[in-house]
């Protein structure tokens, strides 16, 4: 099973962009579908990115963009012009299957968070 340990999270001004990485351990990646979850307060969990575990086939929410690499064993997360509405902790997460749901419970390996707060 791998282990996923997320960065690159902090305070970001609106307007701002955010790049997120999440590097795992242990298995091949390339085992793994990947999915980014945020939870903001008050708020339940929800899926913004899933990717294959190729990294051939991708879903975004809204203008976020997830991407693979399997030979640096990293997901990342992007999205540019940043709103106060995205402070969150996100999560990665990964299901070891090649496709990836938009089902929080479908996913075995879940990262601690990384904290992204956006505000002046």
């Known amino acids: 099973q791998v282990q996923l340990v997320e960065s690159g999270g902090g305070l970001v001004q609106p307007g701002g962009s955010l790049r997120l990485s999440c590097v795992a351990s242990g298995d091949p990646f390339s085992n793994y579908a990947v999915g980014w979850f945020r939870q903001a307060p008050g708020k339940e969990l929800e899926i913004i990115a899933g990717?294959?575990?190729?990294g051939a086939t991708t879903y975004g929410k809204g203008r976020f963009t997830i991407s693979k690499d399997n030979i640096k064993s990293t997901a990342y997360l992007q999205k540019d012009n940043l709103r106060p509405e995205d402070t969150a902790v996100y999560f990665c997460?990964?299901?070891?299957?090649?496709?990836?749901?938009?089902?929080?419970?479908?996913?075995?390996?879940w990262g601690r968070g990384t904290q992204v707060t956006v505000s002046s």
């Open positions: 997460a990964a299901r070891k299957d090649l496709l990836y749901t938009l089902s929080a419970n479908d996913y075995e390996v």
């Open positions: 990717i294959t575990a190729s």
